[in-house]
């Protein structure tokens, strides 16, 4: 089968790219090649593979989406626009490439007879998650107050400010997207669904954790946690951790989220038509953004991490989901441990931007 691979070039792409190739699968990339986010000299060596086609096109842009559907069975749509964003006037941003490119690719799907979608969506859609209460009882907290952050009170509580227990959410918790990117991610799965009824599709939501490892961006905003704190490692600054550090993540190794998604593509051949299926995809190990940070000041040769007890408007306190459905119903499992993942992202090349600074 040929698979189209939007954003094939990226991070995670490029890392699912290897993985349908091993999979047997020839692959179409669609890439912008975004010279903010792939500098000017993009690397294509990672995806420059037998059976690897390349489409240089946004995928916002109904021709270069359309010139790229073409001969494919099915579709793997990675290209968005990730992270918290540097400000609120990033929101187009977000809402022209991660909603209108959906919408885009879609309506090439519907059009080309492609029934066959597995989307990139992230456990953000569950926003501060589930938490239980000094009873036991099940507990979804308000977002967190401006105020408390300020005051250095991170935690959500309940309504007469007692202290909660974060849990684990799962397929069927409430969802609650609480920033812009979040709300994306939402809208992207409301539209594959409405998509898969309208035209008989088999789509398969993949809610991702933390994804790191090897080809992460960074040296930008946009880059995820574990990025950021390797790049200041490397610069032999101290890695500054935001709030107290207590934040609870899962980080996933991103050659287990390719298998994941080949074990999504799979999936897709027998779910049932008209349907989306959700999952969440995580090591279903939490750690916290403080034990991140000494793993990679450790695994790099320092220097320590500061906690700086700032925060980021948007930002979630704790992400925390099970990945249990995907074991029981696709058999897919998260086999890189974070000792040895950790290890292996000390050292591993990162993808630089334009004019960075780094080595
Ligand atoms: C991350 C991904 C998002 C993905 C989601 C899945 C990025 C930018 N974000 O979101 O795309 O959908 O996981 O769960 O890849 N922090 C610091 N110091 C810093 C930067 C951040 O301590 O210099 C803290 C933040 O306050 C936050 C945590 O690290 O508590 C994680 O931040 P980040 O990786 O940016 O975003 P997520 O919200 O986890």
Redo the contacts with the bound molecule.
């Keep these: 089968m040929t698979i189209l691979v939007t954003g094939g070039a990226g991070f995670i792409g490029s890392h699912v790219v290897e993985a349908l190739v091993r999979a047997g699968h020839g692959v179409r990339v669609l890439d912008s090649l975004r010279a903010d986010v792939h500098g000017p000299d993009p690397d294509l060596a990672p995806i420059t593979l037998p059976g690897v086609d390349l489409v240089v096109g946004d995928v916002t842009s109904p021709s270069a989406v359309a010139a790229a559907v073409d001969g494919c069975d099915a579709a793997v749509h990675l290209a968005?626009k990730?992270?918290?964003g540097v400000d609120f006037a990033d929101t187009t941003d977000y809402v022209h490439t991660n909603t209108m490119g959906t919408a885009v690719l879609l309506a090439a799907l519907a059009d080309t007879g492609i029934r066959r979608l597995v989307l990139a969506?992230?456990?953000?859609v569950y926003g501060d998650g589930d938490y239980l209460d000094d009873t036991g009882r099940l507990v979804r907290p308000a977002p967190r107050r401006m105020e408390d952050l300020e005051a250095g009170r991170f935690d959500p509580t309940g309504p007469a400010g007692e202290p909660l227990i974060p849990t684990l959410v799962d397929e069927t918790s409430r969802l609650d997207p609480q920033?812009v990117?979040?709300a994306t991610?939402l809208h992207q799965e409301h539209l594959s669904e409405a998509w898969a009824r309208s035209t008989a599709g088999r789509a398969v939501a993949l809610?991702?954790?933390?994804?790191y490892g090897p080809r992460?961006p960074m040296n930008t905003?946009?880059?995820?946690?574990?990025?950021?704190?390797r790049s200041?490692v490397e610069r032999r600054e101290a890695?500054?951790?935001?709030?107290d550090?207590a934040?609870r993540?899962?980080l996933v190794h991103v050659r287990d989220v390719a298998d994941a998604v080949v074990a999504g593509l799979d999936a897709t051949t027998h779910a049932a038509t008209g349907s989306l299926a959700a999952y969440n995809v995580?090591s279903g190990i939490v750690h916290t953004?403080?034990q991140?940070?000494d793993a990679v000041s450790r695994a790099g040769g320092g220097p320590a991490p500061v906690v700086?007890g700032r925060?980021?408007i948007?930002?979630?306190?704790h992400?925390t989901a099970s990945s249990e459905r995907i074991a029981a119903e696709l058999g897919w499992r998260a086999r890189i441990g974070f000792t040895e993942g950790m290890r292996e992202f000390a050292l591993a090349p990162l993808r630089q931007r334009s004019g960075s600074a780094q080595r």
């Design positions: 968005a990730v992270g918290l969506s992230s456990m953000v920033n990117y979040a991610k809610r991702f954790h933390n994804v992460m905003p946009y880059a995820g946690v574990a990025s950021i704190f200041a890695p500054t951790v935001l709030e550090g934040q993540r899962d995580g953004i403080g991140l940070a700086t925060y980021r948007g930002d979630v306190r992400i």
